[in-house]
Nanobody, 124 residues
Framework: QVQLVESGGGLVQAGGSLRLSCVAS????????MAWFRQTPGKERDFVAR????????YYADSVKGRFTISRDNAKNTVYLQMYSLEPEDTAVYYC?????????????????WGQGTQVTVPS
């Protein structure tokens, strides 16, 4: 069982930046593929970014490519999502996810473990 705790959300003006963090409670963090998803009320949880456990390869949704960066620090059991040039459309609850296999990469079915979410609000 892996527990994930996100932090770093908040209110930021359009064009601003935020860094989200997610700490995992496991001794084998390096064995997990890590991802970020986001969700707005009444909509499905959408893929944002993913970083592989083994090779560190990253994947991004087209809507955030070039603005967001996912990274991980295995020594700290932490995955980050650095967000730049934030837009009102980025407003959502952001969730951290983990899975040993992590397939499919871009859907919620690929991940067994989820955090409680952190709210990001970018006013229009």
């Amino acid at each position: 069982q892996v527990q994930l705790v996100e932090s770093g959300g908040g209110l930021v003006q359009a064009g601003g930046s935020l860094r989200l963090s997610c700490v995992a409670s496991t001794r084998t963090f390096s064995n997990y593929n890590m991802a970020w998803f986001r969700q707005t009320p009444g909509k499905e949880r959408d893929f944002v970014a993913r970083i592989n456990r083994s090779d560190g390869v990253t994947y991004y949704a087209d809507s955030v490519k070039g603005r967001f960066t996912i990274s991980r620090d295995n020594a700290k059991n932490t995955v980050y999502l650095q967000m730049y040039s934030l837009e009102p459309e980025d407003t959502a609850v952001y969730y951290c996810a983990a899975d040993r296999v992590g397939l499919p990469i871009t859907t919620t079915e690929g991940y067994d473990y989820w955090g409680q979410g952190t709210q990001v609000t970018v006013p229009s």
